[in-house]
């Protein structure tokens, strides 16, 4: 509306204005038209008083004539804005009609939505004294509840002569082995699952490995006793009052054991490789025929030498044959001397060389890092060499003297984790461990003693026997299994699952063994009757 007022006084003032335009324009015209005439009238007004009064007339018929002109003109402009305001004015009226019609709307709008919230409200507080009386109700039921509860508990006591807690203990108990009988459902299902993948696996690949490696790895015993010729000889080596015995024990650092043993010399000592000069060096004395103590000291000079020689070329091809390049010489010379050493009747040699070959052969299969798996292998008894000189288990010393010659961290802990001593680290371990396994079970690889043999047995059997609920064990196999009886009424089918679980575990903390050892637990119920 204040537009439309805008526009109206915009209007009256352009036409006030022509109006005065036209005014000012005829008190102009006139009194020009007047001093004209005087001037003509002074100057000629007898001669042009006709031209005067043809001249006032043309000139008020032009001044009537402009100022018709002006007014139509100003007319015209005024009829113009005001049907352009008229217009304007109408535009405005439409806009301003249809903002009212969408407040209308919206009113009507937020009306009907006020009227539905208020519907809700009164809903939700009739809800809301429904869910209170619910409420009071449901606290009544639960207080009836727990009132007749208390009195069942009460009741179930004096029938059952438990008190709650032990009734709790007691379901407790049972839902325990209940979970104990679906646990062992679950993992035994596991373990078979995964035992059919895994040992088809790891049949293929240990059997590969073992395929490829053509290592002689059967047993040898080091030679302790020299045979003689004759009975005449053992005077001969023993010497005047016992002087070339004792030249040849100090030259070497042995023991020379001569009694009723027919035509034998036995030779005692810790060392291997100063037994085996000894024996070289009697071997040599008793072909030369020539038995005194200085024959004796130039003897064992010379294989001493021998010998030196010898095992520098066994570590040399050991380490040729291996693979391995890069080698600390003190390490070859170590490598050579377990030449002259064995373990259960195994050549250490022969025996690391095994490995080494088996370990870097499972690493391609693998996919681990095949020099690290054959160095470590090659190394992993090193301790061995030296195990009776120097203080402490031959994976100890093995560790210190990899470290001393620096080798690599990588092999160094195939050597420390090679009998399972420390956590592996590596894949590389693993696979040194592996083929130590390997290298030490296969069929005539080892001897061990009567005696050890037999209290090998014996512990494992011990060892079985302790458990709850065993009835009888049976070490079989040579201690390659054990066969354990249970008690059917003690032992149930899900629970001899964790019995093997648990016997297995204890005997690989507590025993040293080649190999593995299976343990298998039988459990058998009979019902016997009779017909009469």
Do not use: W
Request: net charge negative.
């Amino acid at each position: 509306m204040q537009n439309i007022a805008k526009i109206f006084s915009l209007s009256a003032f352009s036409l006030g204005t022509m109006l005065i335009t036209l005014v000012i324009t005829c008190v102009v015209v006139i009194p020009v038209t007047m001093l004209v005439m005087k001037y003509l009238a002074k100057n000629s007004f007898s001669k042009n008083k006709a031209q005067a009064e043809a001249i006032i007339k043309e000139a008020k018929a032009e001044a009537n004539n402009m100022k018709k002109e002006i007014v139509l003109e100003a007319k015209e402009e005024v009829h113009k804005l005001k049907s352009e305001c008229d217009e304007e004015v109408k535009e405005r009226r439409l806009e301003v009609q249809k903002a009212e019609n969408r407040i209308i709307q919206r009113e009507d709008f937020l009306d009907t939505k006020e009227e539905a919230l208020d519907k809700k409200m009164e809903n939700i507080e009739k809800i809301k004294e429904d869910l209170k009386v619910r409420e009071d109700s449901i606290a009544r039921k639960i207080a009836e509840q727990d009132e007749i509860t208390a009195k069942m508990t009460v009741e179930l006591e004096r029938i059952s002569k438990l008190s709650k807690e032990e009734a709790k203990k007691e379901l407790i108990s049972r839902y325990e082995e209940e979970a104990k009988k679906d646990a062992a459902i679950i993992v035994r299902n596991i373990e078979e699952n995964a035992k059919e993948d895994a040992n088809k696996k790891a049949k293929e690949i240990l059997t590969l490995a073992i395929q490829k490696t053509a290592v002689d790895h059967t047993s040898e015993v080091t030679v302790t006793s020299v045979n003689l010729p004759n009975e005449e000889i053992k005077g001969r080596i023993i010497g005047r009052e016992g002087r070339n015995i004792r030249a040849l024990e100090n030259a070497t650092g042995v023991d020379l054991i001569i009694d009723d043993t027919p035509e034998a010399v036995v030779i005692s000592c810790f060392d291997p490789v100063r037994r085996e000069i000894a024996r070289l060096s009697l071997e040599k004395l008793i072909l030369d025929g020539r038995i005194h103590p200085a024959r004796i000291e130039e003897i064992v000079e010379k294989v001493t030498k021998d010998i030196e020689n010898t095992i520098k070329e066994e570590g040399e091809a050991a380490v040729f044959d291996a693979g391995i390049h890069g080698l600390h010489p003190e390490l070859v010379k170590l490598l050579g001397r377990l030449k002259y050493r064995t373990s259960y009747g195994q050549n250490c040699l022969k025996h690391s060389l095994e490995v080494s070959y088996l370990a870097g052969l499972l690493a391609v299969e693998v996919g681990a890092n095949e020099k690290i798996a054959r160095r470590g292998g090659l190394l992993h008894d090193i301790g061995k060499a030296v195990d009776h000189e120097v203080e402490g288990t031959h994976i100890s010393i093995g560790v210190e003297l990899a470290t001393k010659y620096k080798e690599s961290k990588e092999v160094i802990h195939c050597i420390a984790a090679h009998h399972g001593g420390v956590e592996f680290e590596s894949l590389e371990a693993i696979l040194v461990q592996v083929a130590d396994a390997i290298s030490s079970s296969r069929p005539g690889a080892r001897k061990e003693s009567l005696e050890a043999y037999i209290k090998r047995l014996q512990q494992l059997e011990e060892i079985a026997n302790s458990f709850k609920g065993v009835e009888k064990s049976f070490a079989i196999q040579a201690g390659r299994e054990i066969r354990i009886i249970v008690k059917p009424e003690e032992i149930s089918d899900d629970a001899s699952l964790f019995l093997a679980k648990d016997i297995a575990r204890k005997v690989e903390k507590e025993m040293e063994y080649p190999g593995q050892i299976k343990v298998n637990v039988i459990r058998e119920t009979r019902s016997v009757d009779y017909a009469k």
